[in-house]
T-cell receptor, first 111, second 116 residues
Framework: LAKTTQPISMDSYEGQEVNITCSHN???????ITWYQQFPSQGPRFIIQ???TKVTNEVASLFIPADRKSSTLSLPRVSLSDTAVYYC????????????FGSGTQLTVLP | EPEVTQTPSHQVTQMGQEVILRCVPI?????FYWYRQILGQKVEFLVS????????KSEIFDDQFSVERPDGSNFTLKIRSTKLEDSAMYFC??????????????FGPGTRLTVL
């Protein structure tokens, strides 16, 4: 299972774009990169998933370089309600289905 | 948008008692999961369940734990004899197919279990 490394915490101000980078040097060929968000005392919430290049949805963008050894979650124009823990996960293909969560990045959005 | 629901939101029990945590997965989903998160720690996988059988389980999921789908909508986690260290948030999740990395797991709001 590829290990992920991401910053423990980040601060931002309302209206700014936030980029959270995750490194996963040992990612395997068929692994996908998945990001979840978790608010205090709530379950993780799926944000976005990608394999390579760029993926965008209504919530975020995910940038994955060609070597796939890292990925960047981009949150446009954050608000106070985006304060949460963000987890980067490498999800192996095949029969493995359990998700392995790391410590995540605590994003704090300041007014 | 369909959601995973869990009951109760908070359960307080005495050490040694049995508890049953309940989940209603999203209706067309076929894979079900339990995770737990001890306060201040990581979310940890416990077990996955498909076609009325355990598909995978972690080392945490010992003989004190069991899962069941008693009817067409509920999915339960039973802890037979609770210990203090079982105090945690327990999250249920479900996914549609469980066939690979693009199969997204949707989590419920969790049950906070407090063992006294």
């Amino acid at each position: 299972l590829a290990k992920t490394t991401q910053p423990i915490s980040m601060d931002s101000y309302e209206g700014q774009e936030v980029n959270i980078t995750c490194s996963h040097n040992n990612i395997a060929t068929n692994d996908y990169i998945t990001w979840y968000q978790q608010f205090p005392s709530q379950g993780p919430r799926f944000i976005i998933q990608g394999y390579k290049t760029k993926v965008t949805n209504e919530v975020a963008s995910l940038f994955i370089p060609a070597d796939r050894k890292s990925s960047t979650l981009s949150l446009p124009r954050v608000s106070l309600s985006d304060t949460a823990v963000y987890y980067c996960l490498v999800v192996p293909s095949g029969s493995a289905r359990q998700l392995t969560f790391g410590s995540g990045t605590q994003l704090t959005v300041l007014p | 948008e369909p959601e995973v629901t869990q009951t109760p939101s908070h359960q307080v029990t005495q050490m040694g008692q049995e508890v049953i945590l309940r989940c209603v997965p999203i209706s067309n989903h076929l894979y079900f999961y339990w995770y737990r998160q001890i306060l201040g720690q990581k979310v940890e996988f416990l077990v996955s369940f498909y076609n009325n059988e355990i598909s995978e389980k972690s080392e945490i999921f010992d003989d004190q734990f069991s899962v069941e789908r008693p009817d067409g909508s509920n999915f339960t986690l039973k802890i037979r004899s609770t210990k203090l260290e079982d105090s945690a948030m327990y999250f249920c999740a479900s996914s549609e197919l469980g066939l690979g990395p693009t199969d997204t797991q949707y989590f419920g709001p969790g049950t906070r279990l407090t063992v006294l």
